[in-house]
């Protein structure tokens, strides 16, 4: 362990609500969340469908004000923060992955890659970066495809793309494998890693998947609103962390796959005990 004096966090939280009106009663979406993210790691966010990760993560993003408590992005209080100070803070630290892309329709792969760049004037090679992070994620040559003759993967490659055109020190993705098949989302997965250990960006990651989360360092659970579990890859309580998971994704629809991959082991027994 280093000696040295402890890094500035690159997210810290403290205390985060955010309550939403809904009809004639409330919702704490995020019931007194206090997170801290040094910077280099890759976290993964879990929990049950409507736990409170993808408020958190707009919470954690700026995208969203809390209703209370106090948030700081690379020691910067950003809390109170006017909106033209939280879209600056946004465009140079923030790279964010939504689930369903947000790509724009009518702009080709290079130009929705592009789209950050406009509220980042003095960045004369924004061009030529945008085509070399689509090269990165394998889009070289589709650079010029509308998202609508694009597959899920490709498209959710040219989100991950326009997320890293400013150079942000944290990427935020929510459920970014959650309409990919398996094979893209390794593929995904193996890219953020990359990025993460050989680019020190910092990841947070929102999934059902605990195979996503099984290949990150740490995983925060939600639960109505609040951290039930936080726990590191090298701490007792992993396996648990992630067990429980497995039960959380069953819960969102996952078990038919599960069923499915059980089925298959059985037949595969049989067929191996089966005598000739
Ligand atoms: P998750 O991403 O874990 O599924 P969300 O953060 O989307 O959870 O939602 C947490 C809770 O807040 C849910 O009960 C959801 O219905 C509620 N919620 C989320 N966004 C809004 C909103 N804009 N208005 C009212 N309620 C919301
Ligand atoms: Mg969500």
């Known amino acids: 362990m280093s000696t040295g004096p402890m890094p500035t966090p690159i997210i810290a939280a403290r205390d985060l609500v955010k309550v ?68 600056a803070i946004r465009q140079a630290k923030i790279g964010f992955v939504f689930q369903e892309f947000n790509l724009i329709a009518s702009l080709n792969a290079l130009e929705n890659v592009m789209l950050p760049l406009r509220y980042a004037p003095r960045r004369p090679n924004g061009r030529a970066d945008a085509v070399a992070l689509l090269e990165l994620v394998g889009l070289g040559t589709r650079i010029m495809h509308r998202p609508s003759e694009l597959s899920g993967g490709e498209q959710q490659r040219v989100a991950i793309a326009r997320a890293l055109v400013n150079g942000p020190s944290v990427i935020l993705a929510d459920e970014p494998t959650g309409e990919l098949d398996s094979a893209t989302s390794s593929a995904l997965l193996a890219m953020l890693r990359r990025l993460n250990a050989e680019r020190g960006v910092t990841v947070v990651i929102v999934t059902h998947d605990p195979g996503v989360a099984g290949a990150t360092d740490r995983v925060v659970r939600l639960s109505d609103g609040r951290v039930s579990r936080d726990v590191r890859r090298d701490e007792p309580g992993w396996r648990d962390t992630l067990g429980a998971g497995v039960l959380g994704a069953q819960a969102d629809g996952v078990r038919p796959a599960r069923r499915v991959w059980a089925r298959l082991g059985e037949l595969l027994d049989r067929r191996r005990t089966a005598p000739r």
């Open 20 to 87: 939403y009106a809904r009809g004639p009663t409330t919702v704490r979406a995020v019931d007194g969340i206090s997170l801290a993210v040094e910077p280099g790691e890759f976290l993964a966010v879990m929990g049950r469908s409507g736990s409170g990760k993808t408020t958190l993560l707009d919470l954690l993003g700026c995208l969203l004000r809390p209703t209370s408590g106090e948030l700081a992005i690379d020691g910067q209080v950003v809390t109170g923060a006017s909106d033209s100070r939280l879209a």
